[in-house]
C-alpha cells in the first residue's frame, strides 16, 4: 500500500524518523473535504511511489493522534505537511495538490525523483502528473481551475458540562410548620371562647331560675291572710 495510514503519535514520530522525504497528512474522519480528496492523496502517494518512493506519504487521523494535533500545531483539516530530515519545511492547508506538488518541488525532494526535473544534457520538461495535466488543458481552454475545498477548522476543545444546579424550589416545609403554629393560638382562643359562652350560658340559665323562685316567694307573701277564715 504506498498510502500508509498512522494510528498513533508513536508511529507518527517513526515515520517521520524514518523517511528522509516524509509528506503527511493530518486528516479527520468527520471532514467532508478530507473524504472527498483521499483518492487524490492515494493517487499522489502512488505517483511518489512509482517515482522511486522519495517522498513517502501517510495520513494520520486526529483521533488517533489526540493532544498531537496541537503538539504539531494543526489548525485545519486537512492539512499537509513536509518534513525532510525530521524537520518541517512546509505545509499546506485545504486540499490543494497543486501547492502541494509546488511545496515538495521547492524543498528539493523532486530532484531525486528519477524522471522528475530536467536531466542532465537534456531540455525538456519533466512529464505532467494527471492533475497538473488537467489544469493545464483547462489554461489552455481559458476555463479557470478547479478551487480546492476550503480547509475545515479544527474544532475547539469541549467545555466542561456545568455541575447540575441545586434544587432551587423554596422549602415550604418551615413555612407549613410556621403556620400550623401560628393556627394553634387561634385555635385556642376559639375554644376559649365556646368555653366562655357556655359559661355565660349556664349563669343566664342559673339567674333565670332564681328570678322565678323569687317570683313564687313573692306570690306566697301575697295570699290573702283572711282565707283561712
Request: net charge negative.
Amino acid at each position: 500500500m504506498t498510502l500508509t495510514e498512522l494510528s498513533s503519535p508513536d508511529e507518527l514520530a517513526s515515520f517521520k524518523a524514518a523517511n528522509a522525504n516524509a509528506l503527511i497528512c493530518y486528516s479527520a474522519t468527520w471532514c467532508g473535504p478530507c473524504r472527498a480528496s483521499k483518492p487524490q492523496l492515494e493517487a499522489l502517494a502512488a505517483e511518489y511511489a512509482a517515482a522511486g518512493g522519495v517522498v513517502r506519504v501517510a495520513i494520520a487521523y486526529e483521533h488517533n493522534l489526540g493532544e498531537s494535533v496541537q503538539a504539531d500545531n494543526v489548525r485545519a483539516f486537512p492539512t499537509y505537511a513536509l518534513f525532510v530530515g525530521g524537520t518541517e519545511k512546509g505545509r499546506v492547508e485545504g486540499a490543494n495538490f497543486d501547492q502541494i506538488r509546488q511545496m515538495v518541488g521547492a524543498a528539493g525532494c523532486e530532484k531525486a525523483i528519477p524522471g522528475v526535473g530536467h536531466s542532465l544534457g537534456g531540455g525538456g520538461e519533466a512529464p505532467l502528473s494527471p492533475g497538473a495535466a488537467r489544469e493545464a488543458r483547462l489554461a489552455k481552454l481559458g476555463a479557470p481551475p478547479a478551487p480546492a475545498p476550503a480547509p475545515v477548522p479544527v474544532p475547539a476543545a469541549a467545555a466542561p458540562a456545568p455541575a447540575p444546579a441545586e434544587d432551587s424550589k423554596p422549602d415550604t416545609s418551615k413555612d407549613v410548620e410556621m403556620k400550623d403554629a401560628s393556627d394553634a393560638p387561634a385555635a385556642a382562643d376559639a375554644d376559649v371562647s365556646m368555653a366562655d359562652a357556655e359559661d355565660k350560658k349556664e349563669d343566664n340559665a342559673a339567674a333565670g331560675a332564681a328570678k322565678a323562685d323569687a317570683e313564687e316567694e313573692k306570690e306566697v307573701e301575697m295570699v290573702d291572710p283572711t282565707e283561712s277564715l
